[in-house]
């Protein structure tokens, strides 16, 4: 397939998924309440209240409201928001502007930083100056964002007179020197004014939020650098550059660098993306004027045009720059394979997207009546597809059982009757290792010399052995929690943290080792205490617990889903794989911090529980896509087609060849998926989203001192955001060691 012909069909298929976004974007409107309340006043009358549901079509049927709401985003008619007292579309505009320059800045700190980073590191492999290198990296994806930028704050508080908090000197701006700001990029107007004050100030306001904004993707460019690196070094056209006297510095830029840069520089465009739909948190802390700070202000006052706007607005860049990427990926490396032609599915898809598009955009009522036709149309055919298979193949059958049995597996897992299964399961295992002894003891031995080898590895590692003593350590923590840190005999729930209303709002600083009654000591608060007169110490013992039940919870569903769908999906190929991949792609559309806010302010539910369903929803797709990259490799290879030619069943194949040479993936990235659903509960409790204010949770506990930092007390924010750090740290330093002894290539 020519290149232009591949560059046509990606951009065709990106029209479907967008359609599926606005579907769920809608799904989520219609559950957020009264859609007219940003139009409603206390001085709104009846007959006014009926006339504005009329103009904007509330009274009407749900699918009639979609395709308003669908022919406004078409014609940029998004609402109005108002926690800013505007249209939705002049807010994104100038906020969109604030947001772009920090991520711009942000990027190329980011990029310059990391590529000669990552190269360093890959010819320095396993020295001092890789290891560092590596744990640097490490740190970046493990620390918190918002906990580096109060960190920041903290520091260029007390000890500069750095600029922290907002985009400009008002004064400056407004007061003394006014100057127009027509593209509202300030350091473009400033230029363009010939001022160089201005220039100086704005840069000085951008320069710590986009330092913050930088690091995280700094480390995934460093790893992914190392990485691509050290692959490229060990081909053999590096040998024979070697070989023909070429110097160390000439192999390494004029043949190695390049080709590694390939597939970094694909991921430079979706980096791009993360940065300006990540800068949620950086934007609250430093109250930067952009997009993010906008979203959580419309989030807190349920500003349901305004969440729906951003939302959609963050999808629709994750769309574009993983189109740009797939582009240039396709442009860049002339192996990638640009497929074949587009299936009747895909070619019927686009079709009925555009169409129904065009109509909208024409007639509400011809598009309702279109919309209508084709869900029918699909029903009724999707349904005679799955009696005909399974008429012709009763064997298939198993395909809706495994369905079936999974919905089971996630009800069971998030209605808490999952651990009986698995009480139940231990016991039946135990009995059966009773019953089998001796067999299971014969077939220990390759096993534990194949322990005895990854132990090995283990220990020749010290950030894998740092990793597993960070791990184990925090596991300790929560296992022994009420011995670590006992409640009071008058708290109900010791997950809630209890008020010392004798300390409210006088910080009792830490006391360390020494707080006991007869030393003397107002308080005995180890860690200090916060505004509320919460015990951080107390916090972090127990927030361990928290952390552990919903990053374990989120995991194992998300894994199990991954693990069904992306087999079977990657397995079978052709139209499942076609379905399986856009409902999938329609999810990754939307950032998931994004999405996760979205819908705990659509339900309106604050709780642990539903952020914890939030963190599933959005963390499965991604999960599938690896899974699915791996059954489409695995099928292919020799001993599936021996499988088949044997006359093994589909189920037979998939379960037990497919997914077991799967597994690697799938402990590597739950091991390391670990660290990150931390990272995000810890991020949305921050936020204030996720139980009360008294929930053991470190992110909860890292807002409280978030207001105290001008006031020197430090440890409100430090001690909790240390305790999230060294826990993704650890789980990330495992997973890296996990990798490794996987890896075949590894092996001695």
């Not at 070989?243 to 590694?260: C, D, F, I, M, R």
């Not at 298939?396 to 597996?409: E, P």
């Amino acid at each position: 397939m020519k290149l232009w012909i591949y560059v046509l069909r990606r951009l065709a298929l990106t029209i479907p998924v967008l359609l599926g976004v606005t579907v769920i974007t809608f799904y989520l409107s219609y559950g957020m309440g009264d859609p007219l309340a940003p139009y409603v006043t206390e001085r709104t009358t009846d007959e006014q209240y009926e006339m504005l549901a009329e103009k904007h079509g509330v009274n009407e049927p749900i699918y009639v409201q979609y395709v308003t709401y669908l022919r406004g985003i078409i014609t940029f008619d998004w609402g109005y928001s108002k926690v800013v007292n505007e249209e939705v579309s002049e807010a994104l505009r100038y906020r969109f502007a604030a947001t772009l320059e920090l991520s711009i800045l942000a990027f190329i700190v980011a990029v310059a930083t990391a590529l000669p980073l990552g190269i360093f590191s890959s010819i320095r492999q396993n020295r001092w100056e890789d290891h560092s290198i590596r744990l640097f990296a490490l740190f970046g994806s493990a620390i918190p964002i918002f906990w580096f930028a109060l960190f920041l704050q903290y520091f260029f508080t007390l000890y500069t007179d750095w600029q922290i908090n907002g985009r400009l000197d008002p004064y400056l701006w407004d007061i003394e020197d006014p100057i127009d700001t027509p593209t509202n990029f300030l350091l473009i107007d400033a230029i363009a004014a010939g001022s160089w004050p201005h220039f100086i100030d704005a840069l000085k306001h951008m320069v710590l939020p986009a330092t913050v904004l930088a690091y995280g993707s700094m480390a995934t460019i460093i790893r992914l650098m190392r990485g691509n690196m050290l692959d490229v070094l060990g081909q053999d056209y590096i040998r024979t550059a070697k070989s023909k006297g070429l110097t160390e510095n000439q192999v390494t830029y004029k043949h190695g660098a390049p080709n590694a840069m390939i597939p970094t520089v694909t991921l430079l465009g979706m980096g791009f993306a993360g940065l300006i739909n990540g800068s949620v948190l950086t934007e609250t802390i430093f109250t930067w004027p952009g997009l993010g700070s906008w979203a959580i202000t419309a989030m807190r006052s349920l500003d349901v045009s305004a969440i729906l706007a951003y939302t959609l607005f963050s999808a629709f860049l994750y769309i574009i720059a993983n189109l740009i990427v797939d582009i240039l990926y396709a442009f860049l490396d002339p192996r990638v394979e640009l497929g074949g032609h587009s299936s009747i599915a895909e070619i019927l898809v686009v079709s009925f997207s555009i169409l129904m598009l065009i109509i909208t955009f024409l007639n509400i009522t011809a598009a309702v009546w279109f919309g209508l036709f084709i869900i029918v149309s699909l029903t009724l055919l999707a349904g005679y597809s799955i009696v005909k298979r399974l008429t012709e193949n009763p064997e298939d059958l198993w395909v809706v059982f495994l369905l079936s049995g999974t919905l089971f597996v996630v009800w069971s897992i998030l209605s808490g009757f999952f651990m009986t299964i698995l009480y139940v399961s231990l016991l039946f295992y135990l009995v059966y290792l009773g019953y089998y002894w001796d067999g299971v003891m014969e077939g220990l031995g390759p096993k534990y010399d194949e322990f005895k080898r990854a132990a090995y590895q283990v220990k020749r590692n010290p950030l894998t052995m740092l990793g597993l003593f960070l791990v184990l350590s925090l596991l300790s923590i929560a296992l022994f929690a009420p011995w670590l840190a006992p409640p009071s005999e008058s708290q109900r729930d010791p997950m809630r943290m209890e008020e010392h209303f004798e300390y409210n709002f006088n910080h009792q600083p830490p006391c360390y080792l020494s707080c006991t009654a007869e030393s003397g000591e107002e308080n005995g608060y180890i860690l200090g205490s916060t505004d509320r007169g919460y015990d951080i110490y107390y916090g972090i013992v127990w927030g361990s617990r928290t952390s552990l039940d919903v990053a374990v919870k989120v995991v194992f569903t998300g894994t199990f889903i991954a693990a069904v769908i992306g087999a079977v999906s990657g397995y079978y190929g052709g139209r499942v794989d076609d379905i399986v991949m856009r409902i999938t792609d329609v999810f990754i559309a939307i950032p998931g911090l994004v999405l996760a806010l979205a819908i705990i302010a659509v339900t309106g539910d604050n709780s642990i529980e539903m952020l914890m369903y939030a963190l599933i929803i959005v963390w499965w797709p991604g999960f599938t896509r690896v899974i699915r990259a791996e059954a489409l490799r695995i099928r292919k290879l020799p001993y599936i087609e021996a499988a088949k030619a044997a006359g093994a069943s589909d189920f037979r194949i998939i379960f037990q060849h497919v997914l077991p040479n799967c597994i690697t993936s799938i402990i590597v990235i739950a091991t390391m998926d670990m660290g990150g659903i931390v990272l995000s509960l810890a991020a949305l409790g921050f936020l204030g989203f996720g139980g009360g204010p008294d929930l053991a949770e470190w992110g909860k506990l890292v807002s409280f001192g978030q207001d105290d930092i001008l006031t020197g007390e430090w440890w409100g924010f430090f001690f909790p955001g240390l305790a999230i750090a060294l826990w993704a740290l650890g789980f990330y330093l495992l997973g890296d060691g996990v990798r490794d002894i996987l890896d075949p290539k590894q092996r001695n």
